[in-house]
């Protein structure tokens, strides 16, 4: 492309919260000349290799991301509806298990309305009968589970696109400011957008965005893969809810890891694993590098908490992952920059696909001045330049939330 062109609204991004503005815009509030620049296929990136799991279980220190959550699973659940269960959305929901009596009592501190505790080890056996002995509670978190969230992606850019949105496979290589305000972009390949709107969804490329329109946020990424294997001996059930070991794991030889490895069955045989024990910050790459031994080490722990899974170690497991991109607090940023007319819709963290519709939404809000949830102010990227806002996050821990 080189000739210039002019558009509403530039979306920077084609992941899922790209292609959910540009839905948000589009089709659910009419917005004509959307356009989405990528230099990449469409939902190829992080949203392709993500967990894709949803819940509203999310620990203080207010209720802030559980009502942000709340939406935009009843956005989701909307999508199910029109879509004809496209994505395969499931309710079944997040199980966190413990062999730890200290720990049973804090998962039985952290149960509300919306989730089912139980301290009775023959209860949990036999509705889980694959998971060990040794376990002495559960906290069932019921608004949670899991979806293909490329399936709901491109569902979400097929109706995009007969709406009237644009992809173009470029880069923006500069923004256009004139008087503090945006109007346009630059491509790398010498073309031009005017637009009205920029909405920023980079992913893991927004820390280079943040330094290069001088925006003074704190975001990074942080490194975080998974692993999937075959199931051949069907020790996992198809319909086993999301499965969460919560205490720390020895591994002979390896040492002590944290609580937190979990995994879920995909498709026929297939089940995820994931385990957060090295929270490394990087600069973001396409192909991100994992230890050697990151898929020895999932099976060694899933294995603790389900011992049928102890015949896999050693069997061949794919690694793949990417990078969760965060702040300090582990909250979005979502709204308005220090540029009139640029927006952020980024910083999702590991929770991208689940936040994805209500982010998306909001930041519609945002571009299109309507009236906000009582959420928004929460998720500003102007929250930073508050000093005290700061301070108070000295000794803020980044995982907060975090699975």
């Known amino acids: 492309m080189s000739a210039s062109r002019t558009a509403e609204a530039v979306i920077a991004g084609a992941g899922i919260g790209g292609v959910a503005a540009a839905y948000q815009l589009a089709v659910r509030a009419g917005v004509s000349r959307v356009v989405i620049v990528d230099p990449r296929e469409p939902l190829s990136l992080t949203t392709s290799r993500g ?12 209720d802030t991301m559980m009502r942000f959550m709340d939406r935009s699973i009843d956005l989701l659940e909307a999508l199910d509806h029109e879509s004809g269960h496209a994505f395969a959305l499931n309710r079944r929901g997040y199980v966190f298990l413990t ?16 989730t089912e505790f139980l301290a009775h080890r023959p209860g949990i056996r036999a509705r889980y009968p694959f998971v060990t002995d040794r376990v002495v509670a559960m906290l069932h978190a019921r608004r949670a589970g899991y979806m293909n969230a490329l399936a709901l992606g491109r569902w979400l850019l097929e109706r995009a696109v007969r709406h009237g949105v644009d992809i173009v496979r470029d880069d923006v290589s500069d923004v256009i400011v004139e ?19 920029f909405v920023l969804a980079a992913g893991p490329r927004l820390p280079e965005w943040v330094q290069r329109l001088d925006l003074n946020l704190p975001v990074v990424n ?8 075959e199931d051949d001996s069907g020790v996992v059930p198809r319909d086993a809810p999301m499965m ?12 002590t890891f944290p609580a937190g490895v979990h995994l879920r069955p995909r498709g026929e045989r297939s089940v995820l694993g994931i385990w957060t024990y090295d929270t490394r910050i990087e ?26 899974l102890a015949a896999y170690r050693g069997a061949r497991a794919t690694v793949d992952g990417g990078y969760y991109c965060k702040t300090p607090d582990n909250r979005p940023l979502v709204g308005p920059t220090t540029i009139a007319g640029v927006f952020l819709l980024g910083a999702l963290s590991g ?13 519609a809000g945002h571009v ?19 000093a005290a806002y700061r301070r108070g996050l000295a000794g803020a821990d980044a995982r907060h939330g975090q699975l």
């Open 99 to 114: 062999a730890d009596p200290a720990e049973a009592e804090r998962l039985r501190a952290t149960a509300n309305p919306t």
């Open 283 to 308: 600069e973001a790459r396409a192909d991100p590098v994992f230890p050697p031994q990151y898929a020895e080490i999932v099976l060694a722990g899933l294995a603790v908490m389900i011992p049928g």
């Open 244 to 255: 969460i070991w919560n205490d720390p794991v020895e591994i002979a030889g390896l040492g």
């Open 222 to 229: 942080e490194l975080h893969g998974k692993i999937s294997f």
């Open 179 to 197: 008087h503090g305000g945006f109007i346009g972009v630059r491509l790398a390949s010498g073309g031009r957008i005017d637009a009205r709107s």
């Open 51 to 62: 967990f894709e799991g949803y819940r509203n279980f999310w620990p203080g220190p207010d």
């Open 351 to 363: 929770f991208g696909v689940m936040a994805s519709q209500a982010a998306a939404e909001l930041v």
């Open 368 to 386: 299109l001045e309507q009236p906000l949830p009582g959420y928004a102010a929460a998720f500003l990227p102007g929250r930073f330049a508050d």
